[in-house]
Structures are given as structure tokens and as C-alpha cells.
């Protein structure tokens, strides 16, 4: 497949070309095929590749609404503040798969093949520690990058660190909101401070009242690819994991979590679609719920309902107890990889922006501000959430400031155990809750997914 590359470069102004990519020990000459009025162009890459010429860098990543700005501004950050010269080649991949692909593919080729690599690939935080544990050569660690790691979500940074050694730097945040259309909480009687604070049975409560009032939803979520499981556990400060094993028919958290799911699904408060397109498309965007809870990428895709704009807040989870919750959930980093001849360039630009070299710096930056101006992208970099970019009132949210609401979020996650099977225990999770919504025993479903996983593990 083809890929889309975007290649900055700032002298003075910011400007874009396109061009294909060389080989590991070569830089390439860009062409472009389609000018714009910004200085933008674009064309295919037919070869891959690192850089190696001193300002260049090679990046993979994907999604032009989010991942991408980030880059852009990343690079404009560099640019304008440490070297005039540099050029960071972005090649656009249609998904996060594009890239696992790839890695496994070099990987299992052997090094001969490692010149496919670029210098820096994007990578999700949830498939990291797998993908290292199976091609441990392919990776760079960062273990001497200049970061204040301390200003950083520790939840976020133990995705991408291997036996306490960094070797990601983190992009998003991805801590969960949870977004609540006020106007309908009024038709039931209810604000958003009666959603700050408050137990999953109080939560109940309200949502039936709402979905009376209304018809609509308090709460929705993907039913196959189901995350709520996993984010209602974090929250508690658990996990679905115990010492590298699963930890499910003898969790009694994860156990009660699954009822209240189960529990809200029949009481008209949760709406489980049938995949991620219905989630989005037709629910979100559909305007069928009254509520939404996930990862704070999901901001965007509530943004596309423009007549809704004014009448969203975000707070705090619910849990269990009725303490405020907090979790995170999905997200990425930036990892070097072993075909990157300019390794120490990739670790400066790397400190300097996502890092907070640039903020340390200037007090501001442009990458953090440009990633949330341009894409939506929060920082886990804590003393961001200070700037005026991220105190500003957003007007879709009845101009409250939520993306310092975030950056404070973020701080209270909680960091608990991961697996290199997390998305292989969701789908068995996923299959036991749809199940026991339909009638099925839920303890009994829940020892199925249990045993599947661990016969896929090989612990069985």
C-alpha cells in the first residue's frame, strides 16, 4: 500500500513538500505533485526508510485529525526554537494495524530488513511491552533522553517503559472524560454537579430518569470492542490482570463491574451499538445519548454534532463508592527504532517538544499548543495544562476550560498492572457481557472468557 507522506520543514515560514522515501543510509530528494496556497504538497512514498543526513528524521503515524497537527507542530517547534534546517518527514499510515504490521514483518525478515524501518515510528501504548517482548532488536531505549519524567502521568509512562528503562515518549494523554449534554440533564431534573462525585447506583438512577424524560441515553459504548469494563476497573484502582495472569472469576471488583454493566444495559441507561461505526456514527453522532465516557480523543467526534455546541460538560467517572473516578484509555507514543542513523537528533527533537524541553525553555509551546489548537491532542505533561491554550474556555463545552480539567484528571490516574493480551481480554469480556444481557448466566460467561484467554495465553 502507498502511503501519504507530508514533509516540514520551516525556514523562516513553514513549509510542506512531499517527496519518496530513501533507504537507510541515504536522504531523498523531494517532488512534489500538487501545490497548495500554504506551501503544501503531497505525493506516494514507493520506498521506505530512515534519514541520515543531520536534520532529518523519518516518522510513521497515522490519523490526519489528531497524530499528525501534533507532528506538525512538534516540528515547527523544533524548527523555530533549535535548528532552522531540520526537516521531519511524516508518512501518513491509514491505521495504528499499518504499522504492527510492518514491525512484525522486518522483524521476522531479520536485521537485513530493518532499513524498511523509519527513524521514529508512532505506536499504541496497549501493544508496546507485546511487541517488544517479541522483537526486543527492533527498539532504541531513550533511557538518556533530558525529560522531567516526574512531570509526566506515571500511568501513561509505565505503557511504554521495560524493566524501568524509557523507551517512549508520550503524545496524548488519553485520560477518560465523562461528557454529559446538560440540557438534557435539566429536562430530568439534574446538573452536572449531581454527575461530579457520585456512585454507578446514584448514576443508574439518574440515567433512567433522563432516558424517561428524553429517550435518550445516559451512557454508550462500542458493545464489541467494549472498553467500559476496563475503564470502570481502572478507576477502582484495579486491574484484570494479577502477576502476568488474568484475574477474573476470583475479581471481585471486575465481577461487580460487569453486573452494574449488565444492570445498566437493561435499565435503558447504557446503549451497547454493534461496532465502532455505530458507536460513533449513528450514536454519537446520531445524537442518541444523553452521556459519553471514554478517552478524551473521543472530544472530536462529539464536536461533529455542531447544533449540540454549547450544550456539553465533562467532569469526573463515577465508581464504585461514589468517589470521584479517574482512568485512562487507548492512546500512543513515540518510539526510535533501530534503523534510525540519527539517533541522537531523534532524541533531542523528541526531549525538546513532547518532551517539554520547549516549555521548560520559553514557558510556552508550540507543540503542546498547536497538538491541542490543531488536533485535539492533550499533553500528559503536567505544567501545560497552565498555558493559556489549555485555560481557555472551549465553546462547544458551554466554555468551560476542559482541557485543563484534563491535565488535572490526568495526575489522579491510577497505574495498574497492563498485559500484552488487553485487547484479546476485552474481546472474551466484551462477548461475556453482550451474552449475559441476552439472559445468559453471567458468572458462567465470565469463567468461558477466562479460560479462552487463558488457553490463548498458553497458560492452560
Not at 389 to 414: C, H, K, L, M, R
Amino acid at each position: 500500500m502507498k502511503k501519504k507522506v507530508l514533509s516540514i520543514m520551516l525556514v523562516g515560514a513553514l513549509v510542506v513538500s512531499m517527496g519518496a522515501m530513501a533507504g537507510c543510509g541515504s536522504s531523498s530528494d523531494s517532488s512534489s505533485d500538487a501545490d497548495t496556497t500554504d506551501g503544501s504538497a503531497t505525493a506516494e512514498a514507493d520506498s521506505t526508510g530512515g534519514s541520515s543526513d543531520g536534520h532529518t528524521l523519518t516518522v510513521y503515524a497515522w490519523d490526519t485529525a489528531f497524530n499528525i497537527p501534533a507532528l506538525e507542530a512538534a516540528a515547527e517547534d523544533y524548527q523555530t526554537n533549535v535548528d532552522p534546517d531540520f526537516v521531519l518527514n511524516i508518512v501518513e499510515q491509514s491505521g495504528s494495524s499499518d504499522i504492527e504490521t510492518l514491525i512484525t514483518n522486518v522483524a521476522t525478515a531479520g536485521e537485513s530488513a530493518y532499513d524498511q524501518l523509519p527513524d521514529i515510528t508512532l505506536f499504541q501504548d496497549h501493544f508496546f511491552n507485546q511487541y517488544y517482548t517479541n522483537y526486543p532488536d527492533v527498539w532504541q531505549d531513550i533511557a538518556d533522553a533530558d525529560v522531567d519524567w516526574d512531570s509526566f502521568s506515571a500511568e501513561k509512562l509505565d505503557y511504554s517503559m521495560i524493566d524501568g528503562t524509557h523507551y517512549g515518549m508520550p503524545v496524548d494523554s488519553s485520560t477518560c472524560v465523562a461528557a454529559y449534554r446538560v440540557d438534557l440533564l435539566e429536562a430530568a431534573g439534574y446538573t452536572i454537579d449531581d454527575l461530579t462525585g457520585v456512585s454507578w447506583e446514584e448514576f443508574m438512577d439518574i440515567g433512567e430518569a433522563v432516558y424517561d424524560a428524553t429517550g435518550k441515553y445516559l451512557l454508550c459504548m462500542d458493545g464489541d470492542g467494549n472498553d467500559l469494563i476496563y475503564i470502570m476497573l481502572q478507576a477502582e484502582g484495579v486491574s484484570q490482570w494479577k502477576d502476568g495472569e488474568p484475574y477474573i472469576t476470583e475479581n471481585e471488583t471486575l465481577i461487580e463491574v460487569c453486573e452494574l454493566i449488565v444492570e445498566m444495559a437493561q435499565r435503558n441507561v447504557l446503549l451497547l451499538p454493534n461496532s465502532w461505526d455505530e458507536y460513533t456514527n449513528t450514536a454519537i453522532q446520531g445524537d442518541q445519548v444523553a452521556g459519553i465516557i471514554n478517552g478524551n480523543w473521543i472530544i472530536p467526534t462529539i464536536e461533529t454534532v455542531t447544533e449540540n455546541s454549547g450544550l456539553w460538560e465533562i467532569t469526573t467517572l463515577p465508581t464504585i463508592s461514589g468517589e470521584e473516578g479517574y482512568a485512562s484509555n487507548g492512546g500512543s507514543s513515540l518510539y526510535i527504532t533501530a534503523n534510525c542513523a540519527n539517533y541522537d537528533l531523534a532524541v533531542d527533537f523528541l526531549s525538546y517538544t513532547f518532551g517539554g524541553g520547549s516549555y521548560e525553555e520559553t514557558g510556552t509551546s508550540i507543540t503542546y499548543d498547536g497538538a491541542l489548537s490543531n488536533g485535539g491532542v492533550v499533553t500528559t505533561y503536567a505544567p501545560a495544562g497552565n498555558s493559556e491554550t489549555y485555560s481557555a474556555g472551549v465553546e462547544y463545552f458551554n466554555d468551560t476550560p476542559i482541557y485543563q480539567q484534563i491535565a488535572e484528571y490526568t495526575s489522579n490516574v491510577p497505574t495498574v498492572e497492563q498485559s500484552d493480551y488487553h485487547y484479546t481480554a476485552r474481546t472474551y469480556l466484551a462477548a461475556a457481557i453482550v451474552n449475559a444481557i441476552n439472559g445468559s448466566d453471567l458468572v458462567s460467561e465470565l469463567e468461558t472468557a477466562e479460560s479462552q484467554l487463558r488457553f490463548e495465553m498458553g497458560l492452560d
